[in-house]
């Protein structure tokens, strides 16, 4: 194997680093990238909630308490997602139930945010989505 880093090989981005930069001989390249991974974050005031594509952390501050209904989207491997009870206002009375557009959640119909400022954190493993 032989490289060079230049416009016909490998190119680093902003924040990108590759190494080594040339050589022969190597079969393993090192890249690897620095700065901040910054979060979608959106604020959730009514009821239902559908979560997008676009939101990486959703924060339920739907006045209440009530319960409130949070719907996933499709499942896509490897795509996470942050369910947050922004108000504190989650109790078994009043729960904020997460339900995926289609699968399942550790193998049940829904996963339940039930204590006061709780969270899920879910992520799609490809079959259903997994709380981790």
């Known amino acids: 194997m032989s490289y060079t880093n230049n416009p016909t090989s490998i190119l680093a981005g902003t924040g990108i680093s ?11 390249i090192t890249i690897s990238a620095t700065g901040i991974q910054t979060l979608s ?15 990486d952390v959703v924060s339920v501050e739907v006045p209440g ?3 409130v209904a949070v719907t996933l989207p499709a499942g896509v491997n490897g795509r ?12 078994p009375a009043t729960p904020i139930t997460v339900t995926p557009s289609a699968g399942t959640i550790d193998g049940s119909a829904t996963a339940t945010i039930n204590s006061p400022y709780g969270s899920l954190t ?3 493993s490809g079959t259903e989505w997994k709380v981790i």
């Open 80 to 91: 996470v997602f942050n369910i947050k009870d922004g108000l504190g206002l989650a109790a």
């Open 18 to 28: 590759i190494s080594p930069t040339s050589g022969t001989g190597s079969n393993t």
């Open 65 to 67: 308490p009530v319960a």
């Open 41 to 55: 974050v959106r604020t959730a005031i009514v009821t239902p909630v559908t979560v997008t594509n676009a939101d």
């Open 122 to 124: 879910l992520v799609y």
